[in-house]
């Protein structure tokens, strides 16, 4: 069975779609490495520590997220709504405090530091404080301190982190953000305008999400300018939001259905050509 280095990105609770990813993944390729950037991280995580896609998927079911409420998890320095410290605690307890050097598969968590402005990769240490790190979504979490470094959200600078990778590593890349649609337009402002009716309907957390999940989708698009996983598993969900924790299920299948799509559609044999027309083209 092939080796795979697998690149998992952020997306908040469309990340769920790697849980089903994995799934088919497995069934194909030898997954020797993970590097994962937020809920990416968080599912890569997991799995790297020996947990089966199915066992991800009832982790997530039984998550109480009746704890982002709490009292007790806000942040009182005000670096965020909410101290992620719980969720770190919790996977704690899931994972028996493992240190990424003792994963079953290679594994790497993706964060930013606010001090340095640089990308950290985080490839050693508490695997639980590694992954509330890189989930550590700006507005919402306080960030990560540890030592001079001050961590949040690896997808401030590389929501699908494709980096990091050695020459000749046979890559698949994850994607569950949706595309942008690149397009600008004009408005007249004028006081009628301002006075309209019309208004969102959104809660503040989900203009937070959404607004960061446009900005990483963007930056996704760019990145995949420079670098080409050999297969890109591209979920594109637009029929979530990315707030919609509960719908672990849906998001899940829709993981599942794109990449056995795109690992059927990798799979199929390719047209012999002619050993010129392979010299012509490689000219």
Not at 34 to 40: F, L, P, Q
Not at 191 to 204: A, R, Y
Request: net charge negative; glycine share 8%; charged share 25%.
């Amino acid at each position: 069975m092939q080796k795979a280095t697998v690149i998992l990105g952020g997306g908040a609770a469309l990340g769920f779609a790697h849980i089903g990813a994995l799934k088919e993944i497995e069934k194909k390729f030898e997954i020797q490495r993970i590097i994962g950037t937020s809920m990416g991280s968080l599912i890569g995580g997991l799995y790297a520590y020996g947990m089966s896609p199915d066992e991800i998927l009832e982790f997530g079911k039984d998550f109480k997220y009746i704890d982002f409420i709490n009292p007790l998890n806000i942040d009182l320095k005000f670096q965020g709504v909410f101290d992620g410290s719980f969720i770190e605690k919790k996977i704690n307890q899931k994972i028996e405090s493992a240190n990424i050097e003792d994963l079953n598969i290679e594994y790497s968590a993706v964060a930013f530091d606010l001090n340095s402005k640089y990308t950290v990769i985080i490839n050693s240490g508490n695997c639980a404080r590694a992954m509330r790190a890189s989930a550590a979504i700006p507005y919402i979490f306080n960030p990560v301190n540890v030592g001079d470094y001050a961590l949040v959200d690896g997808g401030v600078e590389y929501p699908l982190p494709c980096l990091d990778l050695k020459e000749g590593e046979f890559t698949i890349a994850v994607n569950v953000l949706p595309g942008n649609t690149n397009k600008t337009t004009y408005l007249n402002v004028n006081l009628e305008t301002l006075d309209s009716k019309k208004k969102t309907s959104k809660k503040w957390y989900e203009i937070v999400m959404e607004s960061i999940n446009c900005n990483q989708s963007f930056l996704v698009q760019e990145r995949l300018k420079s670098f080409t996983p050999d297969i890109y598993i591209d979920c594109n969900i637009d029929s979530f939001l990315p707030g919609e924790f509960l719908k672990i299920e849906e998001l899940s299948e829709i993981g599942e259905k794109v990449a056995r799509e795109t690992l059927e559609e990798y799979n199929k044999p390719r047209p012999k050509t002619h050993w010129s027309e392979r010299l012509r083209q490689k000219k």
